[in-house]
Nanobody, 120 residues
């Protein structure tokens, strides 16, 4: 299984960006989708997680500004980021917990990371 992230880039304060992440390979089911980010000199932190039933958990810092969505048919997740702030600047990583065989164990997979830079 591979996760391929796209999107990101440079945007001004208050602007918007969208990220996407597509999973490919042997996929039976996707239990959890989500996004993490890591700013320079800081630990990687969870931005948002979404279960297969649609339950979402957002970091307090992005609530009301970021929205996760998914396309199950395409095994793809999206992150719409609005009202961006300089403190949102980080490398964003997509994450999925995937079951590769029916009834088998699930595994964690990560995308390659994409840079989001918000200028003030």
């Amino acid at each position: 299984v591979q996760l391929q992230a796209s999107g990101g880039g440079l945007v001004q304060f208050g602007g918007s960006l969208s990220l996407s992440c597509a999973a490919s390979g042997r996929i039976s089911s996707i239990n959890i989708m989500g996004w993490y980010r890591q700013a320079p000199g800081k630990q990687r932190e969870s931005v948002v997680l979404m279960t297969s039933s649609g339950t979402t958990t957002y970091a307090d810092s992005v609530k009301g500004r970021f929205t996760i969505s998914r396309d199950n048919a395409k095994n793809t997740e999206y992150l719409q980021m609005n009202s961006l702030k300089p403190e949102d600047t980080a490398v964003y990583y997509c994450y999925m917990n995937i079951r590769t065989t029916t009834g088998g164990p699930s595994f964690n997979f990560w995308g390659q990371g994409t840079q989001v830079t918000v200028s003030s």
